[in-house]
């Protein structure tokens, strides 16, 4: 690993009113380790997991390929703050890597394009082709078969969200593989039984507070799905 621990730090919170600071589970939750090259974060929507990924990227001087901010009628100041109470431990010296979330990715894609006008080799760090050119899933495919074969930390953000069932297998097999490789090290916000049922990976658990470790099987993600599977019917009834 190259990442080997996060802590929080709450007793310097600037203010225990305003998200992120007011969930409980950043309250909480004093360090996570990482144990494994493969690690997940799973738990409901609004549970704080994309919010963390992103904190430890930004600490980590990892850049999110951004292109602005959109405006909104109420901002909150403290949105953006948590990086600034996050601190890392490396196993040796910080590595290089990349962030990875949909919607960001869309804008990569498109910057990479720009810089390949005037310099066609860059496309042949990400399989040669366009991103644009391709759908949402094969270039994202594309951009983690490239990408992934380098040494660093890799942080995905629900990487799921435009990928097939089967593409998330291939997903899965490319972790899987990568990881035993010793180089690549990822921390992965997922809703997917799918990947999280990566070999050997630690998943951790937004849903209680403070976060935790859980097994495979016990991930309420993996509970749903397979009560669903074995009566989808039982479902379409009112709660």
Not at 85 to 114: H, I, K, N, T
Not at 124 to 147: D, E, N, P
Not at 201 to 217: K, L
Request: net charge positive; hydrophobic share 35%; charged share 20%.
């Amino acid at each position: 690993m190259h990442l080997t621990r996060i802590c929080l730090h709450p007793d310097r919170y600037p203010t225990r009113s305003h998200y992120p600071f007011n969930l409980s589970i950043f309250q909480e939750t004093v360090s996570l380790d990482f144990d494994s090259p493969v690690t997940f974060f799973v738990g409901e929507n609004g549970t704080g997991k994309s919010t963390l990924l992103e904190a430890i990227t930004r600490k980590c001087s990892i850049h999110i390929w951004e292109q602005g901010r959109s405006r909104r009628p109420v901002r909150n100041p403290f949105e953006r703050r948590l990086p600034a109470y996050v601190s890392v431990e490396w196993f040796e010296a910080p590595v290089p890597g990349s962030f990875f979330g949909s919607a960001v990715f869309r804008d990569f894609a498109r910057l990479l394009d720009q810089w390949a006008v005037e310099d066609p080799g860059q496309l042949a760090l990400f399989g040669g082709k366009s991103l644009t050119a391709q759908s949402h899933g094969q270039s994202i495919m594309s951009f983690f078969r490239s990408r992934y074969r380098l040494k660093g930390l890799y942080l995905m953000d629900e990487p799921e969200t435009a990928l097939s069932p089967k593409t998330q297998l291939e997903l899965l097999r490319l972790l899987s593989r990568l990881s035993g490789q010793g180089h690549a090290q990822f921390i992965i916000a997922s809703h997917s039984p799918i990947l999280t049922a990566c070999p050997g990976a630690v998943i951790y658990s937004f849903d209680s507070s403070p976060i935790r470790a859980v097994a495979y099987p016990k991930t309420e993600h993996y509970r749903l799905y397979r009560r669903f599977m074995s009566d989808p019917s039982a479902f379409l009834k009112d709660a």
